[in-house]
C-alpha cells in the first residue's frame, strides 16, 4: 500500500516537468517575435528614411549629373515631391537656352521610373522619364537641322551606371521655327500641342525608336511613329494625319509649291535620307479638301482643290482632281516628279470667254463674248512650268458685233516669260468667210 502510494506521487510530480519545455518554447518564441516585430517597427521607418536620403541627397544629383552628361546641356532638375521604391518626382525642371543652342524646353514635373533590384544586383540603372506638360521651343539651323543635341555617353562609369531608356510627353507643347535665309524675313512658326508619346533609346543612344500624336496648329490631328538612326539620320516613319491643315505645317518642308489652306487626311510613310543624301522618300495615300497650291511662277493659284494623291517615292500621282484657277473650273491628274517635272492634264468644259481673259489678265482689244471648252496639259521642269492646250468654242460667239459660229485654236504659255503664245488660230464668221492666224500675248500687259 506504501509502495502504491509514493508511485502514485512521484508520477504525478513528473507531468509538470514534462510540460516545462513546451512552454519555454512558447515563451522564446513569443519573446522572439516580439524582438523581430520590434525590428520591424523600427527598420521600416530606417529604411525608407535611408531610401528618401538616398533619392534626395544622392540619386537626384547623380541623374541631374548623367543626364546633363548624356544630352551635352545644362539640366536644372527640380526638388523632389515624392517618391517609391520604383520611381521619384522632380518638380518644375528646364533644359534653359544657351549661347550656342536657342533650343528649349521646360515642364512642370518630371516623373522617373526604375528598377531598384537591378540597381542592388548590377549597380545599373535604367530610368524612364516623362516631362509633364512640357513647353519647347526649337529652331531650325541653317543644314536644315531641328534636333543639334549629341549624345555623349560618359568616359569611365561612376559609381552607379545610369540609362536613359525612355523619355516620355505627358501633355506637351512645342514651337518650331524653321530657318529663312533672308534674315530681314518673319520666320512663321508652327505649332504643335497636346502632345503625347515617348522615345525609347537602343543600340547604345545610336537609334531611337518612338512615337508621338498630337494637334498641329488650330485643328486637325497628326501621328508619327518610327525609328531613326542618330549617327546618320536615316529612317523610316509612319505619318497619319486627320483634318490636317496644309498651310499649318508647309512651313516646316521645303516644297516647289506652296500650299494654303485645305485639310489633309492621310496615310504615309516616309524614308528619311542619310546625310549625303538629297531627299526624302514618301510612299501612300492622301485625300486633299479646299486646298490651294501655288505653282511656281504661274500668275494665279488653283483654288479650293480636292481630290487623292498617291506618293511614290519622289513621285505624286494626282487622281479626280477639281480645282479652278480664277475663274475658270479644271477637272484631271497626271504625276508631279520632283526631280523630273509636271505632267498634268486638265479640262475646262464650259467658260465664258470674258471670264476667261479675266483669269489671264489679258486685255482684249475689241468687244468679244461667248463661251469655250479647253483640254489642258501641264509639262515643264518644277520651276519652269509650261501650259499648252487646245480651245475651241462651244457655241457661236461674237467679235466686235461680228457672230462667230466656231473658232478653234492652240496655245503655249511659258511662265518663265509669262508669254501666251496662238497658233493655228481658225474661226469662220456667221455671215460667211475663215480666219487663219496666230500671235502672242504678254500676261499683265
Known amino acids: 500500500m506504501t509502495n502504491s502510494s509514493s508511485t502514485k506521487k512521484c508520477s504525478k510530480s513528473k507531468n509538470p516537468k514534462r510540460q516545462n519545455p513546451q512552454r519555454l518554447w512558447l515563451l522564446v518564441l513569443s519573446r ?40 551635352d546641356r545644362p539640366l536644372e532638375l527640380g526638388e523632389v515631391k515624392g517618391f517609391s521604391f520604383s520611381g521619384v518626382k522632380f518638380g518644375a525642371s528646364a533644359i534653359p537656352a544657351t549661347a550656342a543652342d536657342s533650343d528649349k524646353v521646360k515642364a512642370d514635373a518630371i516623373e522617373v521610373r ?28 541653317q543644314q536644315g537641322r531641328w534636333i543639334t543635341t549629341n549624345i555623349v ?58 512615337e508621338v500624336g498630337g494637334q498641329p496648329g488650330r485643328i486637325g490631328n497628326v501621328s508619327v511613329r518610327g525609328k531613326v538612326n542618330l549617327k546618320n539620320k536615316s529612317g523610316n516613319l509612319q505619318v497619319q494625319t486627320e483634318d490636317l491643315l496644309a498651310s499649318e505645317v508647309t512651313p516646316l518642308v521645303k516644297l516647289p509649291i506652296k500650299l494654303k489652306g485645305g485639310k489633309i487626311n492621310g496615310n504615309l510613310q516616309v524614308k528619311l535620307p542619310k546625310k549625303d543624301e538629297k531627299q526624302p522618300l514618301i510612299y501612300g495615300n492622301a485625300r486633299v479638301e479646299g486646298l490651294d497650291f501655288q505653282v511656281a511662277r504661274m500668275p494665279k493659284p488653283l483654288v479650293n482643290s480636292q481630290g487623292n494623291l498617291q506618293f511614290d517615292g519622289t513621285k505624286i500621282k494626282l487622281n479626280d482632281v477639281v480645282t479652278s484657277y480664277g475663274k475658270i473650273p479644271l477637272s484631271g491628274g497626271g504625276t508631279i516628279d520632283f526631280n523630273q517635272g509636271y505632267n498634268l492634264t486638265a479640262r475646262a468644259n464650259a467658260v465664258s470667254v470674258n471670264d476667261a481673259l479675266q483669269t489671264l489678265e489679258i486685255q482684249s482689244p475689241l468687244p468679244v463674248g461667248g463661251v469655250v471648252k479647253g483640254d489642258l496639259s501641264l509639262s515643264g521642269g518644277i520651276t519652269k512650268p509650261v501650259i499648252s492646250g487646245v480651245v475651241s468654242t462651244v457655241k457661236p460667239g461674237i467679235v466686235d458685233k461680228v457672230k462667230v459660229n466656231t473658232a478653234w485654236t492652240k496655245f503655249d504659255f511659258v511662265a518663265a516669260d509669262s508669254t501666251v503664245t496662238f497658233t493655228d488660230f481658225r474661226g469662220s464668221a456667221a455671215v460667211g468667210g475663215d480666219v487663219r492666224g496666230g500671235g502672242k500675248i504678254l500676261i499683265g500687259d
Open 153 to 210: 555617353l560618359p568616359d569611365e562609369p561612376g559609381p552607379i551606371d545610369i540609362e536613359v531608356d525612355k523619355v516620355g510627353l505627358r501633355n506637351g507643347n512645342v514651337s518650331l521655327k524653321p530657318f529663312v535665309e533672308n534674315e530681314k524675313a518673319v520666320s512663321p512658326k508652327v505649332v504643335f500641342s497636346k502632345l503625347d508619346g515617348y522615345a525609347k533609346f537602343i543600340d547604345n543612344y545610336q537609334v531611337v525608336r518612338f
Open 32 to 71: 522572439g517575435g516580439l524582438g523581430f516585430a520590434g525590428l520591424l517597427v523600427v527598420g521600416i521607418p530606417l529604411g525608407i528614411w535611408r531610401l528618401q536620403g538616398f533619392i534626395q541627397q544622392d540619386l537626384a544629383p547623380l541623374v541631374e549629373k548623367n543626364l546633363t552628361t548624356i544630352i
Open 114 to 141: 526604375f528598377d531598384l533590384l537591378q540597381l542592388l544586383f548590377n549597380r545599373t540603372l535604367k530610368l524612364d522619364v516623362t516631362l509633364v506638360n512640357p513647353v519647347g521651343y526649337v529652331e531650325q539651323d
